[in-house]
């Protein structure tokens, strides 16, 4: 079956010539669901060919500053947010999609998630069981484990010992890193190499196998042919502008796999006109999170160490009619912060002075799981922009405020001299007594700031086609040769970070696609 | 005369009042609409004259829209010890490269917004100055941030939201203010990658953990690491 072309990445900004390619498989983005797909079927010999909108960075080619990182690396060059700009989304644009700016969280995805998939969305043959022996081979490929301990930084540190002194849930995180140097720059993708982030794991194994993947190649539309997709229609883009260069290239593949991401990969069939049942796009979760700052007496230097390696799970289950949330860390750099930050001025400024001696935390609201909730919605502008929705509701605004009191609770805990919160007239508080004063601040869209690194659905699973998007196996209803492997295709958010459940999914789903063709 | 601001305030701004999509069309159209007035009145005598020595030559701001961001960005980041002023991390330019980067139609809603906040007419209709936002004193740019900042319509607090992020992101991008926030810079590295432990095959990678790596010291990286043997980028591919 394998042809004799060599497998490698291909710099599509630097084509001269329009170029046509007949493989099998046409993988379009190369994050955690792509590259993992991409890689098996190249391993059973399927002709695989990867487009990723983003550019190739090899550990010598990225640099540990935000200002280079954010425009480069991130969707919409870090600037990608809900339309009313209430809330950030961090999402990666590169081979190897956000796994090559995350923080390495690697969680496997809760049973009890599964199980409602299963009770409430007809999902079948996704269970716990199934999913375990994939769940293995990606922890033993990524070198998934817990993080030391010993070499805690600071910052989740106080959440470790904020935890502690509240007998609350807490444990250490499982990361996704081999010969990690604690440095801290995750976020701005790994200098060292370090990190198994798809473009150093998977996609190697399929180049290795024959997959030929284009960077900086935009999917622009599928074209449809009958009940199949025949074309996928991509442009190549300038590497330093972003723009296209005007060169074209057309995959004609028997089958196609999109792994764009939940923001993405409904984009690129709304664009392309497949919307048979008006759900592609529709319920959209993003675990809104809310963020604390909290200044302590000595040097934090959140900068850093290991930026996300701590978190408890104690209010993931708030009980019936509740949005549960769970308390993480962010890493505190000084472009990600300052916008952040409440307030304008010479207030925002004494926060920014004290940045050295602070501890930012998170509480990661888990949406999706009320039966009134529909989430968010992906659509296309009539000027071509995609624009993402998000109306927070009652519940999740309650979720967000006892969040953020959990937080402050932890932060004093841990011995903060004042905790801050992100209001634009931030909440100061000083003793366990001022965590109240939560209660009377204002919950409403850009009077604080929020933030989501976890877009997932817009191309929900489940058994209805007039109520979802993709099948059990992830095949699109109402498509005879189109699977969507990535974070899209959750009917809910899933109350841990995503990434490893987006592996564990496409790699248990490369056995079945396999099979049909 | 305070009470017939307030009655024309409440008139113009009740199709912003709601927060759905449609109210983001007539929040686009009532900009439109008093940037066209203001043209055609007394108030447009109030005009912002762009500052000699702004930087630039710019991409996607005029002169004028870059001198508007700089004036925020000095009341964003007010005169404190330590912090350089805006100008001193060629702020204007900064921007202008962030705003560059957006897609065409961003760049036009981005500086409608930003002559939006500075037109006098639109000073006088939401906050009853008279002033154009870059003649206007501290005390009364202050608060017009913060009337942007605090307003009842989401649709004005987006629009602050907006302008905060852009300054912020141009200030603190900056290497020139890591010292007034304490911030070190990035570490320096080792760039040889450590070699793979040993790993057996059985081994359920949750019961164990990652070694422990030694802690890098933190202080500013001068020299970049020496490149890895990474995959090859061929000049074209070849179907």
């Not at chain 1, 449809?224 to 074309?231: D, L, N, Q």
């Not at chain 1, 000084?334 to 004290?354: C, D, I, N």
């Not at chain 1, 699973?461 to 209803?477: A, I, T, Y």
Request: aromatic share 8%; with cysteine.
């Amino acid at each position: 079956m394998s042809e004799l072309a060599p497998g490698r990445i291909i710099e599509a900004g630097e084509l001269r010539r329009d170029v046509e390619e007949t493989p099998d498989v046409c993988v379009i983005g190369s994050g955690a669901g792509g590259a993992i797909v991409a890689a098996r079927l190249a391993a059973r010999g399927r002709r695989v060919v990867v487009l990723e909108e983003g550019g190739y960075f090899p550990p010598d080619k990225v640099k540990m500053d935000e200002a280079w990182a954010y425009p480069t690396l991130y969707q919409e060059r870090g600037q990608r947010a809900t339309a009313d700009l209430a809330i950030t989304i961090l999402q990666g644009r590169a081979v190897g999609g956000s796994t090559l700016v995350n923080w390495t969280t690697s969680f496997r995805t809760p049973p009890r998630v599964l199980r409602h998939w299963a009770e409430v969305y007809g999902i079948s043959g996704l269970d716990e069981k199934a999913l375990e022996p994939h769940f293995e081979a990606v922890e033993e490929r990524l070198h998934i484990a817990p993080w030391p301990l010993e070499v805690v930084n600071a910052n989740n540190r106080v959440l470790w010992e904020g935890a502690g002194r509240l007998s609350w849930d807490r444990e250490v995180i499982r990361r996704n890193v081999l010969g990690c140097q604690n440095l801290g720059y995750c976020g701005t993708a790994c200098p060292v190499g370090a990190k198994q982030s798809m473009d150093q794991t998977y996609l190697q194994d399929a180049v290795r196998d024959g997959a030929r993947i284009y960077a900086h190649a935009r999917a622009v539309r599928l074209e449809k042919s009958g009940r199949k997709v025949a074309a996928v229609q991509a442009q190549a883009i300038d590497p330093t502008t972003f723009k296209a260069t005007g060169r074209k290239i057309v995959v004609r593949p028997r089958l196609v796999v999109l792994s764009g991401g939940a923001v993405n990969s409904p984009e690129l069939l709304l664009r392309s006109g497949y919307d048979p049942s008006g759900r592609v796009g529709k319920r959209t979760f993003l675990h809104p999170v809310v963020a604390s700052a909290a200044v302590f007496p000595e040097r934090v230097d959140p900068f850093y160490g290991a930026p996300q390696s701590v978190a408890s799970h104690q209010f993931a289950d708030r009980g019936k009619g509740k949005v549960g949330f769970f308390l993480e860390t962010a890493p505190v750099h000084p472009l990600l912060v300052g916008p952040s930050l409440g307030g304008f001025g010479a207030e925002h400024e004494e926060q920014m002075s004290k940045l050295a001696y602070s501890s930012a935390l998170i509480a990661l609201s888990i949406d999706g799981f009320l039966p009134e909730e529909d989430g968010g919605t992906v659509s296309v502008r009539s000027d071509g922009r995609v624009r993402i929705d998000y109306r927070i509701r009652p519940e999740i605004w309650e979720a967000l405020r006892e969040g953020n009191k959990a937080l402050a609770r932890v932060q004093l805990a841990a011995g903060a001299s004042a905790v801050y919160s992100l209001h634009e007239n931030p909440v100061v508080m000083r003793t366990e007594a001022d965590v109240a004063l939560l209660d009377r601040a204002p919950w409403e869209p850009l009077r604080v700031a929020l933030f989501s690194a976890h877009a997932m659905g817009g191309c929900a699973m489940g058994r209805d086609p007039e109520k979802s998007v993709v099948d059990s196996r992830l095949k699109l209803h109402w498509l005879d040769n189109v699977f969507v492997v990535d974070g899209s295709v959750f009917p809910t958010s899933l109350g841990v970070n995503p990434q490893e459940t987006i592996f564990g999914i496409a790699h248990w789903a490369s056995d079945h696609i396999a099979s049909v063709i | 005369m305070l009470r017939r601001t307030r009655y024309r305030r409440e008139r113009i701004l009740l199709p912003g009042e709601s927060e759905g999509r449609r109210s983001f069309l007539k929040w686009g159209l009532f900009g439109t609409v008093v940037l066209a007035v203001g043209g055609g009145t007394w108030l447009a005598t109030r005009r912002t004259r762009a500052l000699p020595g702004l930087g630039g030559p710019f991409v996607a701001l005029s002169p004028l829209e870059a001198t508007v961001f700089l004036s925020i960005a000095e009341r964003l980041v007010p005169v404190r010890a330590g912090f350089p002023r805006p100008m001193d991390v060629d702020l204007p330019r900064r921007v202008d490269s962030i705003v560059a980067m957006a897609p065409e139609p961003t760049q036009g809603e981005i500086r409608q917004l930003v002559r939006l906040f500075d037109n006098a007419l639109a000073g006088f209709l939401l906050d009853g100055q008279f002033h154009t936002f870059t003649e206007s004193t501290i005390e009364q740019q202050d608060a017009r941030i913060a009337s942007w900042q605090q307003s009842r319509f989401a649709l004005r607090r987006t629009g602050y939201k907006a302008l905060k992020r852009l300054v912020y992101a141009a200030y603190y991008g900056s290497p020139e203010t890591w010292p007034a926030v304490g911030y070190p810079g990035p570490p320096s590295i080792s760039p040889a990658k450590p070699a793979e432990p040993p790993r057996p095959e059985t081994a359920r990678s949750s019961a164990r953990t990652h070694p422990r790596p030694s802690a890098p010291a933190p202080r500013p990286v001068e020299e970049t690491p020496a490149p890895r043997s990474g995959m090859d980028l061929p000049q074209e591919g070849k179907p």
